[in-house]
Structure formats: structure tokens, C-alpha cells
């Protein structure tokens, strides 16, 4: 079975500019979530989507926001991009349907924003 | 929202050893996971501990939760230089889960 594939891997935007990241999910899962990991903040929970539907969703502004497609692929997007937006953007996929059970990550998206 | 506290941040160990982290939290919790991260790369499930588990074995892990104490700690027995990671400890509460700041294990040859 293959595992949650991101991409791109890396990519370089400069300030103001928007970016959208893509996640496939495991087969079979309908549960995708998205963390954002920097040195100094650590992994921050950005939003979790099942079935179509954001369940949950982080304290990140609306410059932030993802969507989830019928076959359970996910995209994020981040708009007017600033310096401090450089991380890795992790995608995770469950098979859980209520709550949280294990979550399979993906490699990540590393952004740089210049 | 809650978060884990991770305890020690940093621990360096020479292999062989047993490694202990341990991970604190303030609120009421559906399970506690615990994943590893090798450098740069994505997070690896190791063990989920359900709120009404006390302990849990997997091969050289070992799992416990205390929930009147609201603390939980993973002690890697015989560690080996390919333990060498960021371990983090997830709380779920709900369709979530939040992640600690995570222990840098360093495991010397």
C-alpha cells in the first residue's frame, strides 16, 4: 500500500505570493490533517478534513485554508505568503472515523519564503 | 488548546543504554500517541495508550500513562545509534491531535 504522498517536496516563494500544497491520503482513509512545524514553534495543528468536511480546525488565520476532494486528496493553501510562513507543512492521513486514532505522515512540504 | 510537555528536551545516551521521556498535560484526553521524527523527514506512529491503559509494549518501547497524574512516559530499552530522533508525545482530544515540543535523542555508538 502506498503511504501519503506530498508535493513538492521543497519549494521557494517570495513574500506576498500564495502557495498551494497537495496530500494524498492513504487508500481507504478519509481522514487527512495538516501541521505546520517550525524551530521555534514546534508542530502546530492547521486543520483536519473527513469526508469533504473540516472538523477541526487550528488557530492559524485565514490566510490559511485547505480543502478535501471526493477521493479524499487534500490541498492547503497559504495566500499573501510572509517570512514567517517558512516551515514544513506536514500532511497525515487516519483511518479513523471518530476521533483521532494513528495518524500515517507524509514526508512534508518544506516552503521557503523569501 | 492543550499540548504536551516534553521532559528532558534534550538527552544524549551511549548505546545500549535505556532511554526514558516523559510528556505532562493539563486536560482530560481520549489516547496519548507517541511518534518519532528523524531529522527533516516525516513523523513515524510508534505506540497509542488509551485513556483507560496503564501500560504498553512494543518490542524495545514501553509505554505508560498516568491519567490522575496526567503524565506519560516511553522508555526505549537498549538503545541503538539508528534511535537517534526527535520523539514527541500527541495528545487526542476529539478530532485532534496536538503535538509536545519533542525530546532530541542523541544515542552514541
Known amino acids: 500500500k502506498a503511504g501519503v504522498t506530498q508535493t513538492p517536496r521543497y519549494l521557494i516563494k517570495t513574500r506576498g505570493q500564495q502557495v498551494t500544497l497537495s496530500c494524498s491520503p492513504i487508500?481507504?482513509?478519509?481522514?487527512v490533517s495538516w501541521y505546520q512545524q517550525t524551530p521555534g514553534q514546534g508542530l502546530q495543528f492547521l486543520f483536519e478534513?473527513?469526508?469533504?468536511?473540516?472538523?477541526n480546525k487550528g488557530n492559524f488565520p485565514g490566510r490559511f485554508s485547505g480543502r478535501q476532494f471526493s477521493n479524499s486528496r487534500s490541498e492547503m493553501n497559504v495566500s499573501t505568503l510572509e517570512l514567517g510562513d517558512s516551515a514544513l507543512y506536514l500532511c497525515?492521513?487516519?483511518?479513523?472515523?471518530?476521533?483521532?486514532?494513528?495518524?500515517?505522515f507524509g514526508e512534508g512540504s518544506r516552503l521557503t519564503v523569501l | 488548546s492543550q499540548q504536551g510537555e516534553e521532559d528532558p528536551q534534550a538527552l544524549s545516551i551511549q548505546e545500549g543504554e535505556n532511554a526514558t521521556m516523559n510528556c505532562s498535560y493539563k486536560t482530560s484526553i481520549n489516547n496519548l500517541q507517541w511518534y518519532r521524527q528523524n531529522s527533516g523527514r516525516g513523523l513515524v506512529h510508534l505506540i497509542l495508550?488509551?485513556?483507560?491503559?496503564r501500560e504498553k509494549h512494543s518490542g524495545r518501547l514501553r509505554v505508560t500513562l498516568d491519567t490522575s497524574k496526567k503524565s506519560s512516559s516511553l522508555l526505549i530499552t537498549a538503545s541503538r545509534a539508528a534511535d537517534t530522533a526527535s520523539y514527541f508525545c500527541?495528545?487526542?482530544?476529539?478530532?485532534?491531535?496536538?503535538f509536545g515540543g519533542g525530546t532530541r535523542l542523541m544515542v552514541k555508538p
Open positions: 478534513y473527513f469526508s469533504e468536511t473540516q472538523r
Open positions: 495508550i488509551r485513556s483507560n491503559e
Open positions: 487508500s481507504g482513509h478519509r481522514s
Open positions: 497525515a492521513s487516519s483511518l479513523a472515523t471518530s476521533g483521532i486514532g494513528e495518524l500515517f
Open positions: 500527541a495528545l487526542n482530544a476529539g478530532n485532534m491531535l496536538t
